[in-house]
């Protein structure tokens, strides 16, 4: 898989593309996370997170609209890392893709869960027959299951990364070491969601690691913006 002949022009095209993308998928992934979800959603405490969502309704919409950003992106640039990993190995680039393509449709789907804890606290469904401490308890169920749902999806991301790792590795047109962190990343990703529904008690202890996802992905994404591809000589 060494060798590979491509249009360094054209590529670097893809490539810069793929990295604006790839920084709006970390920003807007990040952004309704860390600014929008943890700020709104008290642990153990239903009535508290009923009551930040619903003073703060349109915040809380804005990180539905910031996660359909960030997977409508992912589904591009999917198609992109395709096409510029497919002369390594078109088999291994469909592969990542499809493992890619499938978080991104678990993450959609998901975002209805997230999305019902605003249906139920703002009366836009049909909720006479409940007081409200179960409409509060059934939209922190809700949630419950779109966190754990975001982790499914990462079974899916991890398994992506791990194979595009290796292809960036293995092509002439990237640097190593930016594969070797894909890989780190994906194991990072596959740990943390098999730990947290096989070890739920223990989800809490890989917090931390998810540092390296962090750095190995913005790093490639800075790679991609101002480099694009190395030079074939």
């Known amino acids: 898989m060494t060798g590979q002949n491509i249009n360094t022009e054209s590529f670097s095209s893809l490539a810069r593309t793929a990295g604006w993308l790839y920084l709006i998928i970390i920003?807007?992934?990040?952004?309704?996370?860390?600014?929008?979800?943890?700020?709104?959603?008290?642990?153990?405490?239903?009535?508290?997170?009923?009551?930040?969502?619903?003073?703060?309704?349109?915040?809380?919409?804005?990180?539905?609209?910031?996660?359909?950003?960030?997977?409508?992106?992912?589904?591009?640039?999917?198609?992109?890392?395709?096409?510029?990993?497919?002369?390594?190995?078109?088999?291994?680039a469909l592969m990542a893709a499809a493992f890619r393509l499938t978080q991104a449709s678990i993450l959609g789907f998901n975002l209805l869960n997230y999305y019902a804890a605003a249906l139920l606290l703002n009366g836009s469904v049909y909720v006479g027959g409940f007081e409200t401490a179960q409409l509060n308890a059934m939209a922190s169920l809700f949630l419950e299951l779109h966190s754990h749902g975001y982790d499914l999806g990462l079974l899916f991301f991890g398994l992506s990364n791990l194979i595009l790792g290796y292809l960036v590795i293995k092509a002439d047109y990237f640097p190593s070491l930016l594969g070797y962190g894909l890989i780190a990343a994906a194991v990072v990703y596959l740990a943390g969601s098999f730990t947290r529904f096989a070890f739920p008690d223990y989800a809490s202890m890989m917090e931390p690691v998810y540092v390296i996802p962090l750095i190995a992905e913005l790093g490639f994404a800075i790679y991609l913006l101002v480099k694009g591809v190395k030079n074939q000589s």
């Open 27 to 92: 920003v807007c992934g990040i952004g309704s996370e860390v600014f929008i979800r943890s700020s709104l959603i008290v642990d153990g405490d239903a009535a508290a997170t009923a009551s930040n969502i619903v003073a703060s309704d349109s915040l809380f919409r804005l990180g539905f609209v910031a996660d359909s950003i960030m997977l409508l992106s992912d589904v591009a640039i999917a198609v992109l890392f395709y096409v510029l990993l497919k002369p390594v190995s078109n088999t291994l």
